[in-house]
């Protein structure tokens, strides 16, 4: 074999590699887009669920205005992570920022119990625990470790032990399987005729 074939096919593999790269990325933030997508439309009916079903919680205007601009971080961040092959790792801070600020406005407000079952039956915390469990494989995408937000309650019920930050793989399927079960009890909008 010649010194022009080994390099003829050493160019060829090269340029295969360029060529599959964007699409192998495309999958490693589809995976975390997806995941993203999960936790955000997992937060937004557990805020929803907590709203309806939480007597007389308080909510001032600046915890509103606060919320509000979690979610608008969350949903931004979660389509951009799902719809771009390369999405900008600002659009995964918005994110984390907006996951901290919703989990901080729920585990310190002492009127929302943590063991309350959820919107799909499961207790807020343990939402709150796969929320904490799925971050890292979302940061991951872009080699990120931003600190989560403790899901810890200083008083009152047994705290929730955090996940540890690379959760083993059955606890994230697991984690999946409950923010799943949780989305899907969202009200979307129903589009206009």
């Known amino acids: 074999m010649g010194t022009a074939d080994f390099t003829r096919r050493s160019a060829l593999r090269a340029a295969a590699g360029l060529y599959l790269l964007p699409s192998l990325m495309a999958c490693a ?36 205005a606060s919320l509000t601009n979690a979610f ?7 389509w951009e992570l799902t719809t771009q092959a390369a999405a900008s790792p600002e659009a995964v801070v918005d994110f984390v ?16 119990p943590l ?23 979302v940061e991951s995408s872009f080699k990120l470790a931003i600190p989560i937000a403790s899901i810890q309650r200083s008083s009152g019920p047994a705290p929730i032990p955090t996940p540890p930050r690379s959760a083993p793989p059955g606890d994230t399927q ?6 799943t079960r949780v989305a899907a009890t969202r009200q979307r909008p129903v589009p206009p005729r």
């Open 29 to 64: 933030l589809s995976r975390a887009g997806t995941d993203a997508q999960l936790i955000a439309d997992a937060l937004d009916a557990t805020w929803r669920f907590i709203v309806a079903q939480v007597t007389g919680l308080a909510i001032s205007p600046a915890t509103q």
């Open 72 to 78: 608008r971080a969350l949903n931004a961040g979660a």
């Open 97 to 112: 920022k907006g996951v901290n600020e919703v989990i901080t406005v729920i585990v310190s407000n002492p009127a929302i």
């Open 115 to 137: 063991e309350l079952a959820g919107p799909a039956g499961d207790p807020i915390g343990a939402i709150l625990a796969a929320v904490v469990t799925l971050m890292p494989e």
């Open 174 to 179: 697991a984690a999946r399987d409950l923010l």
